[in-house]
Each structure stands twice: as structure tokens, then as C-alpha cells.
């Protein structure tokens, strides 16, 4: 094969790219008129019984043009993804359209590359408008820019796969005024990041955010005796590895790169599939359509005798109410006293929800519902 018959067959690839860009956008649009039928007749955004049908359909078809049953689950599970999450966020903004304007201003942890941010891209690229970004070294600050009307939105990580819930997060939901809004799942991969030319023998300290050490304790445990300093955020990190000779930070590859910093070992955490989850809080609470999947967090302090935890939960399954997080955390100032988190697959316009509300109060001292929101998590089809 020559390079002139090599070039001509990747204009031929491109030109096929291309195509298929055209026909995935045809395909979006599509699916945004479907919404509209879906409204007016109040049915289920997603239709799990057909994405079954259909994917057994372009299986079977992709197997008659030579394509593996895997390459063809995966590449339609994820339009099918974007489909129906593109859907959700449309039916959204219909019902708060001047809560979701033209401009999102979106308080995060970090800088540019931090897992915050890239979580900020992906929950917002489903919303139409325009993002702008403002990084913030600390939770307390992204709740106070949201509090203060200086950002629409704030990003904060809840819990990780791989080092389970983030306390500070819990802790200070206790008595920010804000309200949970939206989640989003952000996968995490994080690398060992240093000065170009630096090797890991010569490495003596080590910079992250606490959250990442703690993802990445069997990798450090067997580093030996290396020196560990924790930032308030990866994006101080990073500068200090920056700014300090054989040292190196935790971060994702991206991160490293916009700094100037290059990849040294990759795959550091304790999980090969490692996720954060994160919240999305805003000053006001938004409708949420019950013809979408919806959660409910709320924070509790049941009464100080015996059963009165047990009573509580027993009002969630009276109610047929699906509780999927359970979270204790201590009460600042009061020794030994605890609140509960609590996560439902609900939505508080249902009025078994509403009549579950009001007998919980006969069970706490108090009930402070966090927010009432689109669950984001999708669970695929299983054709295979």
C-alpha cells in the first residue's frame, strides 16, 4: 500500500465520521419531538421494554454485517443514554424555565481538570445555556457563593466508590441554605502526576486532597516511606508538586497536563472502577415531573428513646417508598447526639410521599427535606 492509497482511505474514514456526526444530531432532534408526545400523554420518558426490543433488533442486524454483539450493545447504549438523559433535561427546563436560564453560573472545588469540573461539563453539556466556571478552594465557599446569589449552581462530591462518603459534604449540609437540584456520577482515574523528567524512585513527597489519598491508600502504602501532605483542593495540589522539586501530586491526567505537569503511573486507586457522585445545589428547589426518576434527600433527628430510628424507617416502607442511603453524622455541639440522611427513590408531588412526610414527624424531632431531584443513574439494559 502506498501513502497516497493510505490518505485516501482515511479521507474515506473521515468522510464516514462526518456522516455519522449528521445522523447523530438528526437522531437528537428526533428524540426532542418525541418529548413532546411523551408530555402531552404523560407517559415514562424512558421505555425500557423497547430499548430492549430495539437492541436486540440492531444486534441481530450488526451480526449480518460482520459487527460484534458488544460493539453494537455499547455503542447504542450510549446513545440510547444521551437519548433519554437529553429528554429528562428538556422536560426539566420546561417546567422551571426561569429557574434554568440562558447563563450557568457554577461554583466547584478546584480549577481547570479537577473531577469537579469535569462533572460541572458533563451535567451541564444536557442544559441548554451557557457555563461559567467559578473554582473555589473550599466546600464552604461554593455553598456561600450559591447562599450569596453569586453562582446559580454549586457542585459538591457526596460520596466515592472507593473511600464511601465525604463527611465534610454531610456535615455541612447540616445548615447550608441551599438546596440539592440534580446529581451527577463522574468516573475517577487517578494518576500520579510530576515535573517532566522527574521518575518515581526520586519522588520523596507526595501532594493530594484528602479524598484521593484515601482512593489511592494500597498504591501509597507500598511506596514506602514517602512524605504525604494534604491540600484543600487538587488544584493546590498540583501547583505545589509544580513548585516543588521530586515531589509529585494526585490527579487526573488532564489536570496534570493543563499545568504542565506529565504522567508517571496511572490506575493508583484502591477500585479499578472508581466513581464520585456528586450533588448539585441551588438557593430554590426546582419542580421535578413525576414522569421522571426521581430521589429525595432529607436529614432527620429521630427522639431519644428506644426504636424511635426503626420507627421512622418502618413509615418509608408503610409507604412503599424505596430507601437507598441511610447516613448518620453527629450533631456540632451535641455529644452523642446523631442526624440521619436519607435517600429515596421518590418524589414529594406523590401523595404517598406527603402523607409519609407528616407521619415521620410523629417518629423526629425534626425533618428537613434537602431536595427533591432527577436521579441521573441509568441502568442499562441488559440484552447480552
Known sequence: MTENTLNALRRDINE?????????????????????????????????????VLLEKLISYGKSLGLDAFYINSVFQTILEDSVLNQQALLQKSLNPEALGDTHRVAY???????????????????????VELGCPSFDKITEQVERGQ???????????????????????????????????QTVEHCLLTNPGTELKDVNKIFAHHQPFAQCSRFLQGLGDIQHEACDSTSSALQSALDTPQSAAIASAQAGKNI?????KTGLANQAENHSRFIVVAREALQVSTQLPTKISLIMATKQQVGSLADALMVFKCHNINMVKLESRPVPGNPWEEVFYVDLLANTAEKRVQEAMEQLKEHTQFVRV??????????????L
Open 16 to 52: 464516514i465520521d462526518s456522516d455519522l456526526m449528521v445522523l447523530l444530531a438528526k437522531r437528537r432532534r428526533i428524540s426532542h419531538s418525541v418529548l413532546e408526545y411523551k408530555i402531552t400523554n404523560n407517559k415514562p420518558i424512558r421505555d425500557e421494554e423497547r430499548e430492549q
Open 109 to 131: 472545588l478546584g480549577g481547570q481538570g479537577s473531577y469537579s469540573q469535569l462533572a460541572c461539563h458533563k451535567y451541564f453539556s444536557r442544559r441548554p445555556g451557557k457555563v
Open 151 to 185: 453562582a446559580d449552581y454549586g457542585l459538591l462530591p457526596i460520596e466515592n466508590t472507593s473511600s464511601g462518603s465525604i463527611n465534610e459534604v454531610f456535615d455541612l449540609l447540616q445548615h447550608a441554605q441551599v438546596s440539592i437540584v440534580g446529581e451527577v456520577t
Open 260 to 264: 504542565g505537569l506529565e504522567v508517571i
Open 370 to 383: 434537602l431536595g427533591c431531584y432527577q436521579s441521573e443513574s441509568l441502568q442499562a439494559v441488559d440484552v
